[in-house]
T-cell receptor, first 114, second 116 residues
Framework: AQSVAQPEDQVNVAEGNPLTVKCTYS??????LFWYVQYPNRGLQFLLK??????LVKGSYGFEAEFNKSQTSFHLKKPSALVSDSALYFC????????????FGGGTRVLVKP | EAGVAQSPRYKIIEKRQSVAFWCNPI?????LYWYQQILGQGPKLLIQ????????DSQLPKDRFSAERLKGVDSTLKIQPAKLEDSAVYLC??????????????FGSGTQLSVL
């Protein structure tokens, strides 16, 4: 069965510093990987996805993620964090063998301090 | 473009009562999902509709939860009777679903349910 792990419940970073949110996955076939963000009292919003091709994927709001097949990881990154990036971030995986069901990780809360 | 609409925004009920949530997906989106998000956890898929047919309801507690999507547009999720552990945010999402695994989902703001 497919699964996603986000090892950090919370990440604290100072504004202007680089931000990294970790994600590892487990699938039996080829993974389709996603990052979603959830702001307070809002629904989840799509940030970016990896399907195939270039391992570095660029998404919304200056975020990017790097797919690493050997480490089964898909870490989310931003070179310079903003206070407005404070939110809950979810990694998700999908594979055809699981009926295209989208499985989410437990989430990582990001707190960017001024 | 209007987003996914959900109502009510909040609901407080006592255990053993019934409750219903409503979702209106983005116009033209064939696929509709209901997710349960318990505090501190990631969303868990309850049921997936393709038009008005059920694609996946393997994680839906069918003894108390039911969902329908009449006419392939709006959807209703019902819990009867509710238990304390049903306290969660219920998220509705939709996608155009051309059958591709790379589709992204559009989420509503959710209904926060508290069972006392």
């Amino acid at each position: 069965a497919q699964s996603v792990a986000q090892p950090e419940d919370q990440v604290n970073v100072a504004e202007g510093n680089p931000l990294t949110v970790k994600c590892t996955y487990s699938v039996s076939g080829n993974p389709y990987l996603f990052w979603y963000v959830q702001y307070p009292n809002r629904g989840l919003q799509f940030l970016l996805k990896y399907i195939t091709g270039d391992n570095l994927v660029k998404g919304s709001y200056g975020f990017e993620a790097e797919f690493n097949k050997s480490q089964t990881s898909f870490h989310l990154k931003k070179p310079s964090a903003l206070v407005s990036d404070s939110a809950l971030y979810f990694c998700a995986v999908r594979e055809e063998a699981a009926g295209n069901k989208l499985t989410f990780g437990g989430g990582t809360r990001v707190l960017v301090k001024p | 473009e209007a987003g996914v609409a959900q109502s009510p925004r909040y609901k407080i009920i006592e255990k053993r009562q019934s409750v219903a949530f409503w979702c209106n997906p983005i116009s033209g989106h064939a696929t509709l999902y209901w997710y349960q998000q318990i505090l501190g956890q990631g969303p868990k898929l309850l049921i997936q509709f393709q038009n008005n047919g059920v694609v996946d309801d393997s994680q839906l507690p069918k003894d108390r939860f039911s969902a329908e999507r009449l006419k392939g547009v709006d959807s209703t999720l019902k819990i009867q009777p509710a238990k304390l552990e049903d306290s969660a945010v219920y998220l509705c999402a939709s996608s155009s679903y051309t059958g591709a695994t790379n589709e992204k989902l559009f989420f509503g703001s959710g209904t926060q349910l508290s069972v006392l």
